[in-house]
């Protein structure tokens, strides 16, 4: 089993970054995807980006591909998703999660509690 737990959501301007982590725990978190996602008020979830278990492959949804960037660090057990050129539109609580494997639409099996991200304009 993995926990997960985010930090570095806050409040920006518009054009600001920020730059998430989501730290895992157990010995195992090389073995699993890990995703991140977003829930803005009064809309469902949505995929964000993707990574595999080694970084070497990443998944972006197209209103985030050229401005955010996910990597992870296996030797500290962490995910990060670097967010740059944010907007408005980007307000949202962001969850990280863990499954076996990356992209928008497999199975996550693991979730943390979110992080609140507010762009202000």
């Known amino acids: 089993q993995v926990q997960l737990v985010e930090s570095g959501g806050g409040l920006v301007q518009a054009g600001g970054s920020l730059r998430l982590s989501c730290a895992a725990s157990g010995r195992t978190f090389s073995s699993y995807a890990m995703g991140w996602f977003r829930q803005a008020p009064g809309k469902e979830r949505e995929f964000v980006a993707a990574?595999?278990?080694?970084?070497?492959?990443?998944y972006y949804s197209d209103s985030v591909k050229g401005r955010f960037t996910i990597s992870r660090d296996n030797a500290r057990n962490t995910v990060f998703l670097q967010m740059n050129s944010l907007k408005p539109e980007d307000t949202a609580v962001y969850y990280c999660a863990a499954g076996n494997l990356p992209g928008p639409r497999t199975t996550y099996d693991y979730w943390g509690q979110g992080t609140q991200v507010t762009v202000s304009s």
């Open positions: 990574i595999s278990r080694s970084g070497g492959t990443t």
